[in-house]
């Protein structure tokens, strides 16, 4: 979840060194590097802080170089310090490494090290490796970095330099952090993602697992790290454009991601609908596979977790199959029963996800059938499914997913008919007028988007609620998952406690919470559970509590169980959580904002989480 970037060129690189690291900020900001090859050796400088702190003290680094490096990190090992950031440097000052991603056998390579005399600066994994190629350099980075690659446990992807060849950049991964080259014009670059020099070139080429990759100014050349033998890749035009990693007018990613919703719901339905008839490609496996599978279980973690918990409703309505959705972290420890008649769906908006890869492995040795479900092409998820189905929400930055989850849940609607469509639980028909109401839901989210009556009201709720201490959030069916996701929502962007309760539930236990002056956020759009939602909002006023409830337009009734109620446009119930979700989003963004908080960027988060 570190962002990496390293050029070589004819340019001086410091500026597109630092503003391919902001690019990438997303993915870890507690700290950040870069080196550059000056005259007299390597420059190093290195912050706490965001990228903007390495601004600061990058003044007095190399103006003229054409060859460096940088990095953008997010803590594993090691606090957030300055002698933790990356890069690294050798003793003598001639070697530099950077890296994404882990070392698991960090306390052997460091005992190693320090066995050989080296003095260890930092507490990370990552040292050790500059280390290593000081005592082993033989005037060939590039073999050097083969050679020690084997003993080098884990999952990783790190970019070296040696001040000896200046005019060169070895790179190498193992398992799912990515790389992927940028090509231009008498220059290259190299990175763990696009963005870092999408305003450089489109050009790009994936790094592929256990492959060295050796970065010049003319020329890339692959190798595999196993012999060393030369390995082709094509050059392919990325589509990204840089205007996504931009915030477009919105004073946040997040809330400009918000307002993508609309895109990002009709681009995940697009073409895959023909004449009222779903077509839904990327399973990898047949309607006959299909129609034999007697069990789906989904996993994913946060948000992606929180779209699966939709899809498990939808799947046993529509697709007529027990479902169940469990925390990847949980169930990749569990003696999970299960046999080739299970389907596996792992959701992760950014495909990277340790525990959600590692749950999926486990199944798929254990012998179901796997689908990823990823906003990614090409991640780690992707290439290790037994089929994939994307998510078309673009690239998304806020740390906070906005469109992804309604993505997700739109993918998972789509899932859900198209089991239900091959398992003859639903009709053609059925199918046709279902899809026709998803087809709609664009518009519904952007008149929500455009609805200057809730927005008032929303800034009203801001206003009044921002400095409590605690929220409770109460649903049930497929109101609750879009609790979790609200409540989830508030709590990581503006640090309010929060919980989320099956309201059903709410007596058992953390009625005991709620006080006079308890904010409890209600979904409770029409469905068969509505009645059910009201009695509960009963108890809730009774205690004093103020009730928000997000109701259905239209059914006035709610209005004598909630304080305040957000309407949300009428819908089929099954179809109510991807606007449901929409004023929770909203909420939880405007109190942030009146706390004056960062939305784009809580603190201790990162995008990706490629860690367990
Ligand atoms: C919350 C959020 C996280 C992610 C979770 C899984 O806003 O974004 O809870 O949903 O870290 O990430 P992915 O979907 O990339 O596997």
């Known amino acids: 979840m570190c962002g990496i970037i390293g050029y070589v060129g004819a340019r001086p690189c410091k500026e597109l060194v630092l503003s391919g690291l902001e690019h990438l900020e997303y993915r870890g900001y507690d700290s950040s590097g870069l080196v550059l090859v000056g005259e007299h050796g390597l420059d190093r400088a290195r912050a706490v802080g965001p990228v903007k702190a390495l601004r600061a003290v990058a003044g007095g680094v190399s103006e003229t170089a054409t060859a460096g490096m940088g990095h953008t990190r997010w803590a594993t090992h090691g606090g957030v310090e300055e002698r933790n950031a990356h890069p690294f440097l050798s003793e003598d000052g001639r070697f530099a490494v950077l890296m994404n991603g882990i070392f698991e056998n960090y306390i052997d390579l460091r005992a190693q090290v320090t066995a050989k005399g080296h003095t260890l600066t930092s507490d990370t994994d990552t040292e050790a490796l500059v280390h290593m190629i000081e005592e082993e350099y033989d005037g060939d980075i590039a073999e050097t970095c083969r050679r020690i690659f084997p003993r080098l446990e884990g999952h990783f992807a790190f970019l070296a330099m040696a001040i000896d060849e200046p005019d060169r950049i070895v790179a190498a991964r193992l398992a799912w952090p990515p790389l992927v080259v940028g090509r231009g014009e008498g220059e290259n670059y190299i990175a763990s993602f696009t963005p870092a020099f999408l305003e450089q070139t489109r050009m790009i080429q994936i790094v592929d697992e256990s492959e060295l990759v050796i970065v010049t100014a003319d020329n890339v050349e692959f190798r595999a790290i196993a012999d060393g033998s030369p390995r082709e890749h094509e050059i392919e035009r990325a589509d990204d454009s840089i205007e996504v990693a931009a915030k477009g007018g919105y004073e946040s990613f997040m809330l400009k ?5 609309p895109t990002a719901i009709a681009d995940t339905i697009a073409e895959r609908f023909h004449h009222g008839e779903l077509h839904l490609d990327g399973f990898g496996l047949s ?14 973690c946060g948000t992606a977790l929180h779209s699966g918990l939709v899809g498990r409703y939808l799947i046993e309505e529509w697709g007529g199959v027990a479902t169940e959705a469990d925390v990847a972290s949980e169930w990749r420890y569990r ?15 950014s495909g990277e996800t340790a525990d959600t890869l590692a749950a999926m492995q486990i199944a798929k040795e254990r012998g179901a059938r796997v689908v990823a479900v990823t906003n990614i092409m090409g991640s780690a998820i992707a290439r ?9 929400a673009g690239l998304e930055i806020g740390v906070a997913a906005s469109k992804t989850f309604t993505a997700q849940v739109t993918l998972m609607t789509l899932i859900a008919l198209h089991l239900g469509a091959v398992r003859g639980h639903l009709s053609p028909e059925d199918v046709a007028l279902i899809g026709g109401e998803l087809r709609e839901l664009p518009d519904l989210v952007q008149q929500l988007l ?18 409590d201490r605690f929220f409770l959030y ?3 069916h497929l109101g609750l ?8 929502k508030l709590k990581e962007i503006s640090y309010i406690p929060t919980d989320a309760y099956a309201a059903g539930e709410m007596k058992h236990g953390p009625i005991a919470l709620l006080g006079e002056d308890t904010p ?3 979904v409770a759009t029409d469905s068969h559970v509505f009645e059910k939602m009201a009695s509960n909002l009963e108890e809730v006023r009774a205690r004093g509590a103020h009730v928000i409830a997000v109701a259905t337009a239209g059914n006035t009734s709610i209005e004598a169980h909630a304080e305040h109620v957000l309407y949300v446009p009428r819908t089929r119930p099954e179809l109510q959580p991807i606007l449901a979700v929409i004023p929770l989003q909203l909420l939880a963004y405007k109190i942030t904002g009146r706390l004056g908080l960062d939305v784009d960027r809580p603190r201790n988060l990162a995008k990706t989480v490629t860690v367990e």
Do not use: W
């Open 520 to 522: 409890v956020v209600a």
């Open 481 to 488: 998952p879009i609790c979790q996701e609200g409540a989830l």
């Open 257 to 261: 991601e918000i307002h993508e919703q």
């Open 450 to 467: 455009d609805d200057k009556e809730l927005d008032a009201q929303l800034d009203m709720l801001a206003d009044r609620f921002c400095h």
């Open 474 to 476: 109460l649903g049930r």
């Open 335 to 349: 003696n999970g029963v299960f046999d080739p008649k299970t389907l596996v769906l792992a959701i992760s908006q």
């Open 287 to 300: 309607d006959d596979d299909l129609r034999e599978i007697n069990r789906v279980l989904i996993v994913g």
């Open 384 to 392: 290790a499914a037994d089929g994939v189905l994307y998510t078309r």
